[in-house]
């Protein structure tokens, strides 16, 4: 019976070894393998911006602040009020 917990024990360690083994390659692999599947498949959509710590999010995040300085006029944007009620404040109806 002692041999036998010995091999129960050992397998459990295996297993646990291997799972946490996993999750480590998953770790450093994940940002590398989700840039390679498409997006009909789940993937980063092509307007995605890039990753952070990369030289062009770098550049992404200088343009993103040069582009909110300017005037909305400037970067093609209209601006858009809020809707009107088309009744007074006045005639609200409260519940």
Known sequence: MRTRHILVIAAAAVAVCSLSG????????????SDA???WAGGLPA?????PGTVKYDEYMK????KRLLPAAER???????????APA??????
């Not at 343009?63 to 040069?66: F, H």
């Not at 093609?76 to 088309?86: I, M, Q, Y």
């Not at 006045?90 to 519940?95: D, G, K, L, P």
């Open 22 to 33: 996993c999750g480590t390659i998953n770790e450093k692999l994940a940002g590398g393998v």
């Open 90 to 95: 006045s005639q609200a109806v409260i519940q």
């Open 47 to 51: 307007d995605a911006p890039p990753r």
């Open 76 to 86: 093609g944007e209209d601006t858009k009020s809020a809707p009107a009620s088309s």
């Open 63 to 66: 343009e993103r602040e040069r």
């Open 37 to 39: 599947i498409p997006a």
